[in-house]
């Protein structure tokens, strides 16, 4: 079953700040999140392992409850670069076959 | 320098037509994917493979076939039997620490 992202789309200013979420029904392994410009192949941002981890860089970060079996991802003080469209691709084992989410389209303005 | 390649960009296919859409890697992966993405749409599976010689079917494998005969090269057929097969295909490879995208290729049916 395909996870569920919210919201569906977001419009920011500059320097404002992000959360999508995203859900699944199934016991998760692991969480990995994606942006994908317009036209584009997706770009990898991060990976989380089953454990309740959080991570990040610069500035974009996402956590992981295991137990709720959803994830979100912290996008803080948005630049123009962040615009395109987020993926979460979800796995319920090692095997490294992900279902992905219907994606968060996110338009930052200037 | 490594990474996939996806041939063709575009490809127009005539109703009741085969087409083979590429996907070369010089990562050294053993894992890859295929996926469609249709518009304003999350991506989902085809096939995938983890070794040479051995597919798995994914969300939507009807009428599409894949082969894995050598390491590098995982092609994706599109036959007759597929009756929307009008998307954006993605290839993709894995080894642990989230995918690579190829940068795709676009299928209309004319």
């Known amino acids: 079953q395909q996870p569920v992202q919210s919201p569906q789309a977001v419009i920011l200013r500059e320097g404002e700040d992000a959360v999508i979420n995203c859900s699944s029904s199934k016991a998760l392994y692991s969480v990995h999140w994606y942006r994908q410009k317009h036209g584009e192949a997706p770009i990898f941002l991060m990976i989380l392992l089953k454990g309740g981890e959080q991570k990040g860089h610069d500035k974009i970060s996402a956590s992981f409850n295991e137990k709720k079996q959803q994830s979100s991802l912290y996008l803080t003080a948005s630049q123009l670069s962040y615009s395109g469209t987020y993926f979460c691709?979800?796995?319920?084992?090692?095997?490294?076959?992900?279902?992905f989410g219907q994606g968060t389209t996110l338009q930052v303005k200037p | 320098d490594g990474g996939i390649t996806q041939s063709p960009k575009y490809l127009f296919r005539k109703e009741g037509q085969n087409v083979t859409l590429s996907c070369e890697q010089n990562l050294n992966h053993d894992a890859m994917y295929w996926y469609r993405q249709d518009p304003g749409q999350g991506l989902r599976l085809i096939y995938y493979s983890q070794i040479v010689n051995d597919f798995q079917k994914g969300d939507i494998a009807e009428g599409y076939s894949v082969s894995r005969e050598k390491k590098e090269s995982f092609p994706l057929t599109v036959t007759s039997a597929q009756k929307n097969p009008t998307a954006f295909y993605l290839c993709?490879?894995?080894?642990?620490?989230?995918?690579?995208f190829g940068s795709g290729t676009r299928l209309t049916v004319v």
């Open positions: 993709a490879t894995e080894v642990g620490y989230g995918y690579t």
């Open positions: 691709g979800m796995s319920s084992s090692n095997t490294g076959k992900l279902i």
